[in-house]
């Protein structure tokens, strides 16, 4: 294998939406979730596997919200596959609702898994996973569009994403002279659980259905549909080549178009 073939990839939220592309994996790494269950890992490792047998694949059940739990798992990466070279910060949640009547749980959670868990797992990465000590590495981060501008109803997402994209732009900054790039990958729509979720959630706001709130979000969207989980997932690759080492503290749009900005 080459050098690059040889790099160690940490995936968070890798069981399902965009965390699961088809043939998107790296061909070292490990992958974890807390909305899958031990079986849903064991599955998503299966068939990662079978998609290409150079695949070495492992992965866990981890409550990103753990601080204890994070530790573990960046330890047990690294005493399966070595130090890591590639981090990817997936794992998210959606949460929102007439910001008048939010209740503290619903924010705290929503912060914790969209924006608390990146700091940690990146700490981690950087000290436990050896990337600290590395000449090269990248940290990927999935925020959103609604990272970059308020959503209505959606007050608790949009400001852990756009956390994450401050910190993404401030860590990025920091690292620079050492070769470790940070990025932002800023989906709009994509077709994906969460997005079906969210748009139930709309639905019952606004008293609509749900095929009405899609056809309400598509209008707006200049491509006229979704982005799909694969199309993210190609930007989140080109990030993590040695081709992207001159990009960093950059929070790109993956989006049809919605937003440019």
Not at 180 to 198: F, H, K, L, S, W
Request: one cysteine or more.
């Amino acid at each position: 294998m080459s050098q690059q073939d040889q790099r160690v990839a940490l995936v968070t939220g890798a069981t399902s939406g965009i965390g699961q592309p088809p043939g998107c994996s790296p061909p070292r790494g490990t992958g974890c979730s807390r909305r899958g269950n031990a079986e849903n890992v064991a599955e998503t490792v299966k068939q990662l596997q079978l998609q290409d047998e150079g695949l070495d694949v492992d992965g866990t059940a981890l409550d990103v919200r753990s601080a204890d739990g994070v530790r573990a798992f960046v330890q047990s990466a690294v005493d399966r596959f070595g130090t890591v070279d590639v981090l990817v910060n997936n794992a998210g949640r959606s949460g929102g609702g007439v910001t008048a009547d939010i209740a503290d749980e619903l924010w705290d959670d929503v912060i914790a898994t969209n924006l608390t868990s990146v700091f940690r797992m990146t700490r981690e990465v950087l000290n436990t996973g050896g990337m600290r000590g590395k000449s090269r590495g990248r940290i990927i981060n999935i925020a959103s569009t609604a990272g970059k501008q308020g959503v209505v109803l959606g007050a608790p997402y949009s400001a852990s994403k756009h956390g994450v994209v401050g910190f993404t732009k401030a860590l990025g900054n920091e690292l620079a002279p050492t070769g470790i790039t940070v990025n932002a990958v800023c989906p709009g729509y994509v077709e994906t659980p969460m997005a079906q979720r969210v748009r139930q959630g709309y639905a019952a706001a606004y008293n609509a259905t749900e095929d009405a709130i899609l056809e309400k979000f598509q209008a707006k969207i200049p491509l006229g549909r979704y982005s799909t989980p694969e199309e993210v997932a190609g930007l989140v690759g080109y990030l993590a080549s040695d081709t992207a080492a001159s990009i960093t503290s950059q929070a790109l749009n993956v989006c049809g178009g919605l937003g440019n900005f």
